[in-house]
């Protein structure tokens, strides 16, 4: 097998073509070679959260698959959510409610929730919780961040 | 506000984290992010064994491997920095051997690093690694209390294995023992748990040859003691070390430390002329992070037949790896036990021994609450357990021991000045909001029913915002004092520079506020950096629940001296008193009347840029540098009390967390929101320690549960919802009155949780007193496995 394999896919909204090494996992081709640093590595074993990002819809661990694996795939992280606007309601109660610190595991929080609220538009809070089980974070505690998605679904809800 | 004292709003009104927004959107700035051109990447080869020396280390393979630039020993590296030792001169007895950076002849630790690799990327770098061999003789393992004490010298030079021991005492406790009505006597064992930030250890070094100048990016908490210490230990001038923490993707203490293959990247940059950069791994995290705890507390106490406390014994057994942390020391967390234990209650007979031991395990350090947590824990357990033996009710065990609001203020009986803690006040809200004739009521019905939940409180007293006395007096190069910057830009708006850091808490929000009311301009008008040790004026940084205290305080100080001065220039140019002025709502108003008399930018203009507009002798400074240190006070207390709800299952040993209430006192709240928040995250990692969280250790001295599938961390689906409540004792020891807050949640949070799940497990007359409380211990504790 060859040690570098050339790539196509879409990431933001936006064509790349890149020549990756195969071992090379998403996020640190998301990070390195294209310099979108919002998807942080915490663990490299798909316990934390930290690298999220939404392949071809799905919300995945950026770190649990290879780079070549999203080889002409739509790949949206944190900065283009983000500047689409499509987390604006999240990301203003977050701000207001406090929920976040250090902000690490924030991106992978904000599309965790954004996720669960466009497949459920009035999740409880023990629903919020558990959809927020694989993401560690280790500042607040968590009901700052069940308080805001709460605050966003009763807003939002049914409109979704 | 317009009396000058700049004590109105926005100071205590709720406000977000001005870092906020960036984050969110992804654009926040952590050390990884930031880059730097040729960086190279280093990786390390970690000692398997607890404690070996090393015979030989092969590392031919390694550099012939593809883009690897850089091989560096443990005895490369000494060349370039030099070793150091924990001590700490107020505690003379404290012995400690030479730390070097990496492992020189010699492993003393699972993890320790011992050879470097630097490549062109961190995945040739570990490749390479991969490549040298090492021959290791095994050494014995001193793992745990009784082989560090009867065992062989982990530091031949130090003569055994006890770095440091203590009697602390009043008055005379042999005597109030004999003459208890009860004595209750617990064994407590505290595992070792870590800080477990998201964003892992990271560094940046870039060392520029052509001026002998070192650059480094830190994800740390405390630039300027980095700077001291990179330029102390690779021999650079002081003021050619620049240390700078952008984004900090949580501290919680661990990121206060010196970490041998930290600086050895700073050497190693010196070594190839080129910016190299580390990031732990989750791995290396948990093998080499500082830890925390590993206690076993044997405690007594003693009470009258009326319930009164009268005295207690503490016997601390504190084991720490196998060199004392640098450059802090690694004995506060003993030495705050021993000083803390029995705090809130009126006694006078006091012993606490401590013995602090070396062990061929990861080092101990100072990690968010430093020995709060266990003091309360032991206390609280033994006046539960009292209360149990005389049939009485714990909180009125609580309320009758309880110092009260006259007694203060006063020197305990472990040595420490209270100025003035609220115990009455706290348990009198805390009951309010637990609403506890409810949950006794629901707790009787469902025992009828098998089901078996727990109420436990856990009063704490907390150390905060230390003063100069403490590393001053103690040789360390760590600022108590902090500096702050306020500068007037042209256009009216304000920037601060601050010596204190943010790593999540929203310090900065909290400075932003005390210079916004001074200056009479919106938060939003101000903008607060910090975290650059070359810009920054020097301070400390935060650790020990210092930011506001000591920040905030600074920047009340610099904000006041700015103002000072525009109202001056103001009344110059306006031909009035300054006493005749104020300033709001970014304007200079007449202070009787409250009309405007121009604007902040106005003035800000002028001053910049005609100058000729003042008098010859009025020259217009709009930035000022204030500093503040505390004076005559080692520490600042603070108090409040927890509570917990839980259900305990007796088949699984499950515990399912119900509720949790705190009820805490920091002073005068700068920000009523975040401080909550901050409450709330230490509550949970406090819970972390009492439930999940452990490093645990082969009796090899390997750690066995190096990765979040095995180490347990709190997730959201377990936790509870926290309610949080303040009374507010403000200190007179600074004008702003506060005192510390971010270490308030985890010092209560495992005392309540112990005691309530003794408090469940009462009906079966079983008992835990061993942390974390895991299912197959609290199985254990009920007699069904052994």
Redesign the interface.
Known sequence: MEDALDIELTVNGARVARRV?V??NLVDFL?QDL???????????G??G?CTVVVDGAVVRGCLMFAVQADGAMVE???GA?ESGR?KPL?DA???R?A????????GM?LTAAALLAREAAPD?ET???A???????????????DAIETVANKDGGND | MTDGSGLGAPVGIDTPSPRSPRLLAGRGRYTDDVAAARVAHAAYLRSPYAHARIVSIETSEARKAPGVVLVATGADIARHCRSWCGTHDLFPALVAAAQPALAVDRACWHGEPVVAVVAETRAEAEDAVELIVVEWEELPAVTDAETALSGPAIHEDLGGNIGFETTVEAGDVEKAFAAAHLIVEERFRFGRHTGVSLEPRTILADYNPAEDSLLVHQSHQTPHQQQDLFSRLLGIPEHKVRVVCPDVGGAFGLKHHLHGDEIAVCALSRMLGRPVKFVADRLESFLTDIHCRDHEITARMALTAEGDITAMAVEDLFLIGPYSQYPRSSVAEGNQIARLCGAPYRHKDYRAHLLMLYQNKNLIGHIRSVGHPLAAAVTDGLLDRAAGKLGRDPVELRRRNYLADDDFPLTSPGGIEFEKLSFHACLDRILEMMDRPALLAEQARLREEGVYRGIGLATFVELTAIGPEYYGGGGQHISAQEGCLVRLEPSGMVRCMTGVTDQGQGIDAGIQQVVASVLGVPTEDVRVESGDSEMSPYGGGSWGSRGAVLGGETALRAARTLRGNVLELAAALLQCDASALDLRDRNIIDAQSGQARMTLGELAATGHFKPYSFPKDLQPALAVVEHYASRDRLFLAGNGIQASYLEVDPETGFVDLLGHWVVHDAGRLLNPLLVKEQVRGGVVQGIGGVLFEECLYSPEGQMQNGTFADYLVPMAAEMPDIEVDHIETPTATSELGTKGAGEAGTAGAMGAVLNAINDALMPFDARIYETPCTPDRILRALGKIA
């Open positions: 090494p071992r090379r990070r310099g979108l640093t919002g998807s942080h590595v915490g663990c490299e074993h316990a934390c930290a992280t944190i900065e983000s987390l990301q977050f701000h207001a406090a976040l610190q250090c902000g690490f595991c924030t991106p904000l809070r919020i919780r558990e927020l089980s694989g993401n560690f974070c280790r500042c607040t505690g968590y009901q700052a961040i069940v």
